[in-house]
């Protein structure tokens, strides 16, 4: 009886010898592989447009996981941050002289580009991501898709369109960009700022946080902002949409008021 539990014990013993590296050998196959993360937060959820509105400043704050040391002291990882206003068809305008008079003798449309965009990297984009990359994945103030609406013809005139709208957004301030807006604060940590303009649009703006390694895009974040308008702003916005016919009348109303008021006040007697 003793001999024979004996041999059991060792039969299993050696069965479970003979079956640890099979099972080592599966589990190291089924471990998943630990890649980089990015975690983004910002300074507020929303910002309050008012009468005395002059733009504000937000700050992006990240962090990278799982990052690999060697990478991080040699500087290989590099991230872009973007706050991206709502999208909405966008009509772009040629003005010629006719006659001696300017007019409008052309016009494109682009299909739903940003209102506002704004841009922070760590350095040049083109130094951090090629051209024909960047265009695919609409970074940059130079790379975002301006698709235009219907045909068109003459491939040269949409570029001048094209051109001409970056040119616009950036003269009025609502397309900005800070090539070394993004500064790590620590090997792992970022802080990054972005400007919101005082004739920003209201509505639900979006914070994209892209994470590059070597080049290569390996992740990307989004957060939502909102750009409310509050206060006496935010009730003739409301009149103006809702009770379109009532806001007109006392627009009409406004201006009679207005008008025989300053009639009496400049009355010559």
């Known amino acids: 009886m003793i001999r024979r539990r004996l041999t059991r014990l060792l039969l299993l013993l050696a069965a479970t010898l003979v079956s640890l590296p099979a099972g080592a050998q599966l589990l190291n196959s089924e471990m ?20 005395d509105f002059r733009g504000a400043d937000l700050t992006i704050f990240g962090a990278l996981t799982n990052a690999d040391e060697l990478f991080l002291a040699i500087g290989q990882y590099d991230v872009v941050v973007t706050l991206e206003g709502p999208r909405d068809l966008a009509t772009v305008r040629r003005k010629e002289r006719v006659f001696g008079i300017w007019m409008n003798t052309q016009s494109m449309i682009f299909e739903q580009v ?4 704004s841009i922070a990297s760590t350095r ?27 045909y068109v ?13 970056r040119r616009l957004k950036l003269s ?38 892209y994470l590059f390694k070597t080049g290569d895009l390996i992740m990307q974040k989004d957060l939502p902002l909102r750009v409310v308008k509050t206060g006496l ?34 009355r010559k007697d």
């Open 124 to 150: 040049q984009l083109e130094d951090i991501q090629g051209t024909p990359s960047l265009n695919r994945i609409g970074v940059g103030i130079d790379h975002l898709t301006l698709s235009p609406v219907g």
């Open 172 to 209: 009025n301030g609502l397309y900005q960009r800070d090539t070394t807006g993004v500064r790590f604060v620590s090997p792992s940590l970022f802080r990054a700022t972005l400007r919101l303009p005082a004739n920003v649009p209201d509505g639900v703006h979006t914070v994209h946080a």
């Open 114 to 117: 940003p209102e506002s965009y």
């Open 233 to 266: 702003e935010q009730a003739i916005t409301d009149a103006a949409h809702n009770e379109p016919i009532g806001y007109g009348l006392v627009c009409i109303l406004i201006a009679i008021v207005t008008g025989w008021g300053a009639s009496l006040v400049f």
């Open 32 to 51: 998943p592989t630990v890649r980089e993360g990015l975690e983004i937060g910002t300074s507020t959820g929303e910002i309050a447009i008012t009468s």
């Open 153 to 165: 013809g003459n491939a040269g005139a949409v570029t001048d369109f094209r051109q001409a709208y």
